[in-house]
């Protein structure tokens, strides 16, 4: 006997490790594929972490830039306090760290900018960092002189004048002095920048432009209002104004304002993650298959091992080491690639932001440590997991497989009619657990990925049903290479059933956002047509948008209808507005119909609703905010308005994917009692059924031109197109993340196909051996990859539809509050099924060259 | 044998049948045996006759229906998979007809790994690793891995694995099987010798009259039923 055999044994003896090293050294494709696979993965995770986070830092550095260290800001309903109001409540309130602020996008150069006017004498004490930077940037002047006060007096007394920050001044190529041309709207307004202000640690001004208030009043058109008062105070001092504030005005603190501003981004944040955790599933099943690969290829040698003593404990050590090895060269390679991709995505990320929801200043990348080992911690957790299946494989591995090699394929074909069951009792778990997760977002996911994997178990079987069923089919195209083909599938099963359902669940997901996008997209199409009642339509410059504070000239209306074949104008008005909640967007409008068009209702509206509705009795508010706030018809949603705070009946529910953070619509008659506003930011035309649309048009255009400032006219379509433009950019993103699903989904199949593929070497060398050609041998190998690519494609398209449908009936809805119908186009699924077949061709072709150049006698030794 | 001295391995009374359709098929019946310590032992039979099936009961990897086995006086039957994976780990060797070397070691580290799992040190490893590399005359071919060794040699790299650890028992099946008759002779004339020298308890599974003919002992397998070949042919 071996003397001090009762010694400790290693976990893994230093034998073990180098047969697993060297097996991951011998099979270089399988293991950098492997690799390639949870990198990109891991690099998904990593690049939408950085990309949202560096756009929620740039989000909060914007939001800190704008209002400094103030702890409240005064808000009015209508978004403008008079300056007399200003005046007096500083005087009254003894008020001395309070400033007023104006805010407004601008474009400079290329650059897009938030304009900040501020009263610089009054925010000299709250903001001494920006100030401090200003004079430290401008310290000396161009003759070298110290030249403070002058710029200084150049802001103050120059109607023209603004500060830019280093980063921006250089972008623009402007210097201190230099005339530079501001876009606002439309228009184009000529300033000079009276200064630089420096970059300096932990405080940037990047994407800000700095004025006096009464420069920003000049330049924006609001000579006698601002737009917020933003205030350091105590909490005593707090509570007392807001009791003093005159109607119309509420003091909200700092933190109340960047929530409601932040709640706005969240689903888009949240969308955004759930769609780069679905790469790193599928990342995660292909880690899944190729682990099992591993373990299936050495079963007889993980038999060998448990007939010499190696333990089951030993054996699920050493996979599970294995994937560790895997995980972390796949993180290391993921974060790498994800810190690039992410770079990329961050601009994706701002622009849709800044399209859909509001300015970003700062708009780099952020190298957030958390989302880097977020990032690390998921691809090694993830591949781990995955690989624990595998390793309880290899524990399970009796000692009697080393002696009775096809016992495993026999065992694997007989589970597979059990696999089956358990795949649809995990796809009937997945789907009641749909309704009883309320609307979690994590345990809509986690549904999600049980009707993947319950789908996935179902596969293997299905593939041997489908090889058989094609082997006469095949036999009669191709003669006995094609039967040959279709039943290697079959001989193999456990490994061709695992390599096809890693194929169709990769190719699903694709398939299942592009239905989801797809479907998307028809929604907002076909909601912009019944939406868009009107044939032309004429707005304020800046759009008339929810942020617009401009109105069309009084009388416009008269002139319009005046216009030949106009037969009716409606009239609008659309601004933001506090709830309780937070904001949302208030369109209110008139019919000329008296009536709006264009509606869909989710649900029965209240009975009377026109007559109720125009009678200021009650309200209608959009999908999304009715999901969000599970409010409906009869329940009752509160509005800030000039007169305080109003409650409203809701009336009805109407579809809406103008924008997630909701829409309520109120009479433009109630609207302009309530706020105070009488002026209207856009008008629908409808024109005579006889009427030329160009003509009328041109005349629309002449009559916008002719007013000052110019209106923007805009035809039906012109709006629909300009929509679906912005929608196939915000989903940008989207596609990105689809792209990189697919390039971890051909890795996982070109790792599987490929394995599968050199492990058959030495069948294919007996079949040399027998006589049959190297042409014969390399159409037999891209025969049986592509029954097993379109066997995959045809899986994935149930598959994929069932993930589309998901993704739209829980995830997107539960993200957005969106609810639309699935529509699933041929194209798609045709894209689906030939992406299938040319992953699985393109992965045969080096098995396939490989195999008909190999010497059948040296393969026939290799055991 | 004698009776005081314990039994290297006893049989008794095993039976091991399969399910065929609706019926069973009786592989084993009845069978029992005692191997004593040093003895070599061949089981002969024709294909099917049940004899690789008896191997795997002796080395616990099947269970059987009836009866027992006992390897130093251990029931094999009544042990649970731990004490099973202790067991063929420390007191029974395998030589298989297909070598079963694992391919990514080399033929030291294939050597090495039975010692490993015994908690041998590295200094003992290496020692025994040389000793049983000369004595299989593969000397100065430690470095080389399976596929860079003929058949024969693969097969006494495999005959050294078997009794690295000296176990109480090795258990050999058709451990000529895949080789030439030229090959195959010299390796039975190995596994002679090696046996003689180091005293090791040797039970052969075979269809090959030739090879049972190292054996002590000779049982024949037929249709399930053991009997014992009244000559003894001796090495």
């Known amino acids: ?863 | 044998m004698d009776a005081t001295t314990t039994a290297a391995l006893a049989v008794e009374g095993l039976g091991k049948s399969y399910a065929e359709g609706n019926q069973r098929r009786t592989v084993l019946a009845d069978v029992s045996f005692e191997v004593a310590p040093g003895e070599c032992v061949a089981l002969l039979g024709r294909s099917g006759s049940g004899k690789s099936t008896l191997l795997n009961l002796l080395a616990g990897i099947d269970q059987p229906d009836a009866g027992d086995v006992r390897i130093m006086g251990q029931s094999v039957t009544a042990m649970g998979e731990p004490a099973l994976t202790l067991l063929r780990r420390r007191h029974i060797g395998f030589i298989y007809q297909f070598f079963n070397l694992i391919p990514t070691l080399t033929v030291a580290e294939n050597l090495s790994l039975p010692l490993e799992l015994n908690g041998a040190r590295a200094a003992r490893r290496r020692e025994r690793i040389a000793e049983l590399l000369g004595k299989v005359g593969l000397d100065g071919r430690e470095g080389a891995f399976p596929d860079q060794l003929s058949g024969g040699e693969q097969q006494r790299v495999a005959i050294a694995r078997a009794i690295i650890h000296e176990p109480a028992l090795v258990l050999a099946d058709e451990p000529t099987g895949n080789l030439d008759a030229q090959t195959g002779h010299r390796v039975l004339e190995l596994l002679a010798h090696l046996f003689r020298d180091e005293g090791h308890t040797l039970i052969l599974v075979t269809h090959s009259r030739e090879v049972s003919e190292i054996a002590d002992r000779i049982f024949a397998v037929d249709q399930g039923r053991l009997s014992e070949h009244t000559e003894s042919l001796s090495w």
């Open chain 1, 1 to 863: 006997m071996v003397p001090n055999a009762h010694w400790s044994i290693p976990l893994l003896p230093a034998a073990l490790i180098a047969a697993s090293r060297r097996y991951l050294t011998r099979h270089p494709w399988q293991t950098w594929l492997s690799i390639v696979g949870i990198a990109l993965g891991v690099a998904v995770v990593i690049a939408v972490d950085l990309a949202n986070e560096s756009a929620r830092r740039g989000f909060r550095l914007s939001v800190e830039q704008v209002a400094g260290p103030a702890t409240h800001q005064i808000e009015s309903a209508d978004g403008r306090i008079p300056v007399a109001i200003y005046a007096r409540l500083r005087l009254d309130h003894r008020l001395r760290l309070a400033t007023p602020v104006i805010e407004a996008p601008v474009r400079i150069g290329e650059r897009s900018i938030t304009l900040l006017g501020l009263d610089l004498i009054a925010a000299a004490p709250m903001r001494p960092a920006l100030l401090a930077g200003a004079w430290a940037g401008n310290a000396a002047g161009p003759d070298g002189a110290v030249d403070l006060a002058a710029t200084l007096i150049r802001l103050l007394s120059k109607p023209d004048t603004l500060l830019l920050s280093a980063t921006d001044a250089a972008a623009v190529g402007a210097e201190r002095g230099d005339p530079i041309e501001v876009e606002i709207g439309r228009d184009a307004v000529a300033m000079h920048v009276a200064g630089v202000l420096p970059d300096q640690q932990g405080q940037t001004f990047g994407g800000l432009a700095i004025a006096d208030i009464a420069t920003a009043q000049a330049v924006l058109g609001t000579p006698d209002s601002v737009e917020r008062i933003d205030l350091i105070l105590t909490d005593a001092e707090a509570t007392r104004l807001a009791a003093a504030l005159p109607e119309g005005l509420r003091l909200a603190t700092t933190a109340q304002r960047t929530n409601a501003l932040a709640q706005m981004t969240r689903a888009f944040h949240t969308n955004l993650t759930a769609m780069s955790l679905l790469a790193l599933l599928v990342g995660g099943y292909i880690v899944y298959n190729t682990m099992t690969f591993a373990v299936l290829q050495r079963r007889s040698l993980l038999g060998t091992l448990r007939m010499q003593g190696v333990t089951r404990a030993q054996l699920f050590a050493l996979v599970l080491a294995e994937a560790l090895v895997l995980a972390a060269a796949g993180a290391l390679l993921g974060v790498l690639t994800g810190i690039a991709v992410g770079a990329g995505l961050v601009q994706l990320v701002t622009r849709t932001i800044n399209d859909v929801y509001f300015q970003l200043n700062v708009r780099s990348l952020h190298l957030d440590w958390l989302s880097l080992s977020k990032g690390i911690g998921l691809g090694i957790g993830v591949t781990l997991l995955a690989a624990l299946g595998p390793a309880l494989e290899a524990a399970r591995s009796q000692p009697r497989d080393v002696i009775r090699r096809t016992l495993v394929e026999q065992r694997g074909r007989r589970l597979l009619p059990w696999l089956a069951a358990g795949g649809v009792a995990v796809i009937l778990l997945g789907l009641v657990l749909i309704p009883l997760s309320g609307r979690s977002m994590t345990w809509g996911f986690a549904a999600l990925f049980l009707v993947i994997v319950g789908a996935s178990l179902c596969m293997p079987l299905v593939v041997r049903l489908i090889a058989a069923l094609t082997t006469p089919l095949f036999g009669g195209l191709f003669g006995s290479v094609g039967r040959l083909a279709a039943r290697g599938i079959t001989a193999s099963i456990t490994r061709s059933g695992l390599a096809v359902a890693a194929l169709a669940v990769a190719v699903a997901a694709t398939v299942g956002v592009g239905i989801m996008i797809g479907s998307f997209r028809a929604s907002v199409s076909d909601w912009l047509e019944h939406t868009l009642s009107s044939d032309i339509y004429i707005a304020t410059d800046d759009g008339g948008g929810a942020g617009s504070d401009a109105s069309l000239p009084t009388g416009l209306h008269q002139r319009l209808l005046a216009l030949p074949g106009v037969e009716a104008v409606s009239r609008g008005r659309s601004r933001r507005v506090e709830t309780p909640d937070g904001h949302m967007r208030l369109l209110a409008l008139t019919s000329s119909t008296g009536q709006p068009r264009g509606f869909e209702f989710r649900g029965e509206p209240a009975p009377e609703l026109w007559a109720r509705w125009r009678a200021g009795e009650l309200v209608l508010v959009s999908e999304p905010y009715a999901y969000r706030q599970q409010v409906g018809v009869g329940d009752r949603l509160r509005l800030f308005s000039t007169a305080g705070w109003r409650s409203f009946e809701i009336g009805a529910v109407f579809q809406d994917y103008g924008s997630d953070s909701g829409t309520v619509i109120l009479p433009l008659e109630l609207y302009a009692e309530l706020w105070n506003d009488t002026g209207v930011s856009s008008m629908g035309l409808v024109l005579a059924d006889d009427t030329d649309p160009a003509r009328a048009e041109a005349a629309v255009q002449t009559l916008a031109a002719s007013l000052s400032p110019p209106a923007s006219v805009q035809t039906n379509r012109g709006i629909r197109e300009l929509s679906l433009e912005i929608f196939d950019r915000t989903f940008t993103i989207t596609e990105v993340l689809r792209l990189l699903a697919i390039g971890v989904a051909f890795v996982g199949i070109l790792s599987a196909l490929m394995a599968l593929e050199l492990e058959r070497s030495k069948d294919y060398a007996v079949l040399r051996a027998t006589g049959m050609t190297r042409g014969q041998l390399r159409r037999l190998i891209l025969l049986q990859t592509s029954l097993m690519g379109i066997a995959a494609g045809v899986l994935a398209i149930p598959l994929g539809v069932a993930m589309g449908d998901l993704l739209i009936q829980v995830i997107n809805l539960r993200s957005f509050g969106w609810r639309m119908p699935l529509q699933v186009t041929p194209g798609t699924l045709v894209s689906g099924v030939l992406l299938a077949w040319i992953a699985a061709v393109i992965a045969g072709l080096y098995p396939a060259l490989r195999a008909a150049r190999a010497a059948p006698a040296r393969a026939l030794r290799e055991e």
